[in-house]
């Protein structure tokens, strides 16, 4: 999964010298492996991936931000076909984390 992760954040423009490309490839692991994390987000996802980085939960979050803006700014037609409908604006981080999930799940 990891080569497949890295090319699918390659393609959105999410490269790893990015703080927050650790962080974002925690989470999306946690969730494949465990879908009911993205029911809750702010109270589970963030805190376990901050516990595996080091960090704390609020610190995951503004970092998976910044990787959503510097996703839509690169890529924003990319990101619609991960999605798979179309994006009026910059998706917010459960969608974000939701539609990466979901198109890791289904191409392993």
Not at 45 to 57: E, I, Q, S
């Amino acid at each position: 999964m990891d080569k497949t992760m890295e090319q699918m954040l390659y393609s959105i423009g999410l490269t790893s010298n990015y703080k927050g490309y650790r962080q974002l490839a925690q989470a999306l692991r946690i969730a494949v492996e465990e879908p009911e994390a993205l029911e809750a987000v702010t109270k589970w996802l963030y805190p376990a991936v901050a516990r595996k980085c080091g960090t704390n939960w609020k610190a995951v979050e503004r970092n998976i931000r910044a990787m959503i803006e510097i996703a839509w700014q690169t890529a924003p037609e990319r990101l619609e076909r991960l999605s798979g409908c179309s994006l009026e604006r910059r998706p917010r981080p459960a969608q974000f984390l939701a539609f990466l999930t979901h198109h890791l799940s289904h191409i392993q």
